[in-house]
């Protein structure tokens, strides 16, 4: 079982950034991929990227491409999302996701757990 908390949404300008923390509770963090999703009022969740269980590997939406970055430190239990030039369209609610082992994935469908996630609020 894997228990996962994010941290970090808030209100910022559009151009700013913002890091969204995951922290993840039991002894096998590092044994998982991890996921940042989004949802926007109205529309579907849509992946934001991921990061393989070593950190060696990482995906991202074309979306948010060039413009993130995700991490993780094993030892702190937590994965990181990095987001600059923050734009409007960047308005969603931020889970972080959890999948035994693998490969990262954008899709949902992989992850075994989920965060309850985090508001972020580009304003223009």
């Known amino acids: 079982q894997v228990q996962l908390v994010e941290s970090g949404g808030g209100l910022v300008q559009a151009g700013g950034s913002l890091r969204l923390s995951c922290a993840a509770s039991g002894r096998t963090f590092s044994s998982y991929a991890m996921g940042w999703f989004r949802q926007a009022p109205g529309k579907e969740r849509e992946p934001v990227g991921a990061?393989?269980?070593?950190?060696?590997?990482?995906i991202y939406a074309d979306s948010v491409k060039g413009r993130s970055t995700i991490s993780r430190d094993n030892a702190k239990n937590t994965v990181y999302l990095q987001m600059n030039s923050l734009k409007p369209e960047d308005t969603a609610v931020y889970y972080c996701?959890?999948?035994?082992?693998?490969?990262?994935?954008?899709?949902?469908?992989?992850?075994?757990?989920w965060g309850q996630g985090t508001q972020v609020t580009v304003s223009s």
């Open positions: 990061i393989s269980w070593r950190g060696g590997s990482t």
């Open positions: 996701a959890a999948k035994f082992l693998g490969s990262p994935s954008r899709y949902g469908g992989d992850y075994d757990y």
